[in-house]
Every structure is written in C-alpha cells, then in structure tokens.
C-alpha cells in the first residue's frame, strides 16, 4: 500500500497539469477560469499557483459547510471503513437513517435517492407523468414549466427547462411540455387544464437569474394545480438544504408541493439528490418502474445525514438568516455607490446582483475581473452576477469578499466612465 502510494506520487507531480490541460483532455462542455484549483478549506480556495481566493460560490450552493469541513471529512473517513456502497437490492441502515431524518423534518412521507439534481427532476416528472397515468389515463401527460427555468441536463429535464438552446438540436424531443412566463397568473389559468398532469418551477429561479416567485402566485398555481389535479413540483436544487433561509424555500412560501427535489448542498459537496413526496404519490411507483444502481448509498447519505443534522438546526438557520443580511447590506451598500447594481434579489443566501443598463452583458467580464483580483463570483444569465456563498461562512471572510468586490468594481466602474 505505501509502496503503491510513493510510486503514483512522483509521476503525478512530474506532469505539468495547467489550464491548457483542459483544452487538451477534457469535453469543450466548460470554459473554466484561467487558474487550476489545488486545495480549499471553509470559505477559501486555493490555486496550483498557491494563490488564495474568497469563495462566494460554494461549488454552485454546493459546499453547504464550506470547504473539507472537518465534520464531512470525518463521516466520509468513518463510512469510507464502514459501508461505502452495496447497491439498493439491499436496504441499509444509513440510506433508512437519512429518510427516516427528511421524513421528521418535512412533511414527505416517501423518499427516493438519486446523485444529481437533473436525475432527482426525471425521477420526480417520470412519477408525475405514471401517477397521471395509472389514475387517469394516457391523456393527461402535459407538463407545464416555465421560462428560464433551469431543471439539469437529461434530455427529459433539459427539454422540460426553459432554454430551448439548451434541448435543442439533439433530435426527438419528449413531448406534451408547455413553457409559459414565470409569474405570469393570466397564462397559467389560461393554459392549465384537465389534461395537465404536472406543473414544475423553482421556488426561486437560480440559473434564469434569481428571480423569486411571487408569494401570490405560487398560492394560485397550487390551488388551481388542486384544481385540475396535477402535481406541483418543486425543484429545490439549488433553494433546497436551508440555502433560502428555511430548510426549503417553500416553508418560506407556506405553499407545500405535492413533489420536492433537491441535490446540490444536500450532501455538502458529496453528490447526492433526493425526491420527496407523499405516500399515496409514491405507490404509483413498483419494483422495477424506477431505479439507480449508486442512488442512496451509504456513504452519500451518512454525509447527507451529518449534513442536514447541521444545516436543519435553529440556531444555524438564525446565523444563515443574519449572514444573509448583511450580503444584502453591503450589496445594497454597493448598489447605492457605484450605480453598477440596478436591483439586488434573492433570499437567504443566494443572491443575485443584477447589473444595471450600461452594464448589461458583462456579468461574465466582471466575474473573471474578479477572480484575478482573488474572488470567486457566479452569474445567472449574462447581466446578473450570483451569490451562493458556504451557509456557515464567516464574517471575516466575507468582509473580506466585500472588500475585493468593492476596490474591484470601484477601478471597473472608472474605467468604464472614462470609455
Ligand atoms: C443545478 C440545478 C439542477 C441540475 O442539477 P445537477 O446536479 O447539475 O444535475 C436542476 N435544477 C436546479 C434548480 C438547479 O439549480
């Protein structure tokens, strides 16, 4: 074993590993940032230049606690000697723990495991489209979803999102999906009808640019979604696992879906995603209908369980709260000193920043501005700049932030006064 060790070593150091490696290995699905990452710890990176960046991206609301928490490397350690996977022809303890956990803390009674957002979103409109099914027959299969909507990349959940460019060119589409505007009360009871067996937004729309929904308009969709009998689905992917303030954004709405999904923070960097539903919902599904060979193992849902233990406590809720407050107290802060903001939005902790006119398009100029001046930003869409900073991050480090994006942008906004 350290003999093996001492001799992979050496060679993996001898190779040049640079950010034209990328170019020269890798899909061209990215365009990665020009530094290579080598290491992080809590809400700092670091690069293979052993330069230091403020992380306000949290792998995309991924790192929950920031990066290799002590707590999260200690469980992986422990469930790595223990059980790591064993496939879901077995129950085991740590996948049951994990549902018995989500089962006390929300209002689901059935839970399926899965390891990324856009699987959780196929499993949860494969569940909505047999329910419909077996209930009502094979007319009522339309899906309603929402521009700008953003539900992975399966050609199921691609084709439901709401960018075309994303689906297309790719043949065949699934059918029977209608994209109406988010927000928009008049199209949706002009379009939802008895042949609707599914309707699926994001609480907050997180890739389309942070756009909240409307308190007033989730209350109608649910209602009418009664109505018509079909299922809302929420995908809190990314406004799930107290990212918004509340363990899911919906508790912040007081509107609860029939189906949940969620991914990202749930495993606080280590993948897996979860569908939530009812009982009755759930028992459309049999031995053999749906599955995933690494969905639920033991080692992704002993880290979810130390997780969501954490993430789901009072007390930290209270410091994500506070946190978020001060993010908006400094954006605001920015917005009102340099004109380059035109609206700040978002909830809890994801933020978004959107740019005002003059500045419109230059999210992704302004994010690489950023992190050559040592801090990681994200955008949604080409003129908002997002915000999806560790829950636990602390206030040092976000000072900190702060102070690189202000000296930043106060040189960016001079510049572009001047051309
Ligand atoms: C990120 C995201 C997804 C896709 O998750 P993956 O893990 O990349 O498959 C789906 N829905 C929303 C709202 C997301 O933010």
Request: glycine share 10%.
């Amino acid at each position: 074993m350290q003999a093996a060790e001492t001799a992979v070593q050496p060679a993996a150091q001898e190779m040049k590993i640079t950010r034209k490696t990328f170019d020269e290995c890798m899909f061209p699905c990215y365009n990665p940032l020009p530094c290579v990452l080598d290491h992080g710890k809590g809400s700092y990176l670091f690069d293979t230049d052993g330069k230091r960046y403020v992380d306000f991206t949290a792998g995309i609301a991924v790192n929950s606690l920031g990066h290799c928490n002590a707590g999260v490397a200690k469980v992986i350690a422990r469930q790595s000697k223990t059980l790591m996977h064993c496939s879901n022809i077995f129950a085991n303890k740590y996948t049951l723990t994990l549902a018995r956990e989500l089962q006390q803390k929300t209002p689901f009674e059935r839970f399926f495991f899965v390891n990324s957002g856009a699987e959780a979103n196929e499993c949860a409109l494969k569940l909505a489209r047999h329910t419909a099914f077996m209930e009502f027959g094979p007319d009522k299969n339309e899906i309603i979803s929402f521009h700008d909507a953003f539900h992975g990349r399966t050609f199921f959940s691609v084709t439901v999102g709401g960018h075309e460019e994303y689906s297309d060119g790719f043949g065949p589409k699934p059918g029977a999906v209608t994209h109406l505007p988010f927000n928009d009360l008049a199209a949706f009871k002009e379009k939802i009808s008895d042949k609707t067996c599914a309707v699926i937004l994001e609480p907050v729309q997180g890739e389309g640019g942070i756009v909240p929904a409307d308190p007033e308009f989730l209350k109608e969709v649910r209602a009418l979604c009664n109505e018509h009998h079909a299922l809302l689905i929420f995908d809190e992917v990314q406004t799930g696992n107290s990212r918004c303030g509340t363990l899911y954004a919906f508790e912040g709405y007081g509107v609860v879906p029939d189906i949940l999904t969620t991914a990202k923070g749930l495993g606080g960097g280590f993948p897996l995603g979860a569908v939530m539903t009812s009982a009755a919902i759930a028992a459309h599904f049999g031995p053999g209908t749906h599955g995933s060979t690494f969905g639920g193992n033991p080692l992704a849902c002993a880290v979810a369980t130390y997780v969501l233990h954490r993430i789901s406590k009072p007390s930290f809720l209270t410091k994500v709260n506070e946190t978020s407050a001060f993010f908006f107290a400094e954006f605001n802060r920015l917005k009102d000193k340099y004109g380059i903001f035109k609206e700040i939005r978002g909830k809890g902790l994801l933020i978004g920043a959107v740019l005002s006119d003059d500045y419109a398009g230059k999210a992704g100029e302004i994010q690489r501005l950023l992190a050559t001046k040592g801090l990681f930003v994200l955008t949604a869409g080409a003129s908002v700049l997002r915000f999806a900073p560790a829950l636990n991050i602390k206030r040092k480090a976000a000072r900190e932030g702060f102070a690189i994006m202000e000296a930043a942008l106060a040189d960016y906004v001079k510049e572009h006064v001047k051309a």
